[in-house]
């Protein structure tokens, strides 16, 4: 089980990528990184981008690194965006010059963008050969099954058949249901924040927020849990994880006795 604090994930939409370009172009807002060992961010302004064409930018305050540019040696341009790090794949500059003293490249359109997002909690992923079904609802009668990859507080990944994207495109919010090994079920509502394509396996990779909501059930404990003649809960269908603690604490002993500590 691996701790996934830092994790990257590719932005391939146009609209997107120039929608993220355009924040890092302002003073300031972008760093250049040479592909090279031991290399630190250095200040570079974002000009101007020509979607799918070309970047323009000043490496004025760094031109001693020019010369190395000009021979080809790769680079990334980061920055920060809403909270989050981007940075573009390794791109190589086509042109340099020099305007009224100062030192202008024109380099490569990023194909796509890399966005990362430090997480506060915890998220675990699952061990090797543990299978935890997935189904996804939508409005009305869709619904789609999938697998659950990785699991936090906030959020989750899921694996989908590509068939999905149609229905998130049309459902901002939809409601997951993870059906747990032990008979567990949890439910909530959640929306998607990433997508990322798998072409040769026709699936896709979501990443899901989870969002505070009423409890979808209730039971006679006075929370969101269902029991089973009051013993441990058989089926446990929750719309938020801080809802109900205790339910959740006693749920989550109950996983990790049985199967370890990869759901929590």
């Known amino acids: 089980m691996a701790k996934a ?126 299978e935890v079904g997935a189904i996804l609802r939508g409005e009305g009668e869709a619904t789609v099954q999938g697998d659950l990859k990785d699991l936090s507080q906030q959020g989750c990944q899921l694996e989908l058949p590509a068939s999905a994207a149609s229905l998130l495109s049309t459902t901002p919010m939809v409601e997951i249901e993870l059906c747990f090994p ?16 798998d072409t040769d396996r026709q699936t896709i990779r979501v990443g899901f927020r989870f969002e505070a909501a009423r409890p979808i059930r209730s039971a006679s404990c006075g929370s969101s849990c269902a029991r089973s003649n009051g013993s441990r809960p058989a089926m446990w269908r929750r719309p938020m994880w801080g809802a109900c603690p205790p339910c959740y604490s006693r749920a989550r002993r109950l996983l990790r006795r049985r199967w370890g500590d990869a759901t929590c």
């Not at 200040?43 to 101007?48: C, N, R, T, Y």
């Not at 032990?182 to 394509?197: E, L, Q």
């Open 182 to 197: 032990n008979g567990t079920r949890f439910a909530i509502k959640a929306t998607a924040c990433h997508t990322v394509a």
């Open 5 to 130: 604090l830092d994790d990257f994930v590719r932005v391939g939409s146009p609209a997107e990528i120039e929608s993220l370009l355009e924040s890092l172009i302002q003073p300031g807002g972008a760093s250049l990184l040479l592909d090279k060992p031991e290399s630190t961010p250095l200040p570079v302004v974002l000009m101007d981008q020509v979607p799918a064409e070309s970047l323009s930018m000043d490496i004025t305050a760094v031109r001693e690194i020019g010369g190395e540019l000009r021979r080809g040696v790769g680079f990334r341009l980061l920055g920060q965006v809403h909270g989050k790090i981007v940075r573009t794949p390794l791109l190589k500059v086509v042109e340099t010059e020099t305007v009224a003293g100062r030192v202008i490249c024109r380099c490569e359109y990023p194909l796509y963008l890399e966005e990362m997002q430090r997480r506060e909690a915890f998220r675990a992923r699952l061990r090797l050969g543990m």
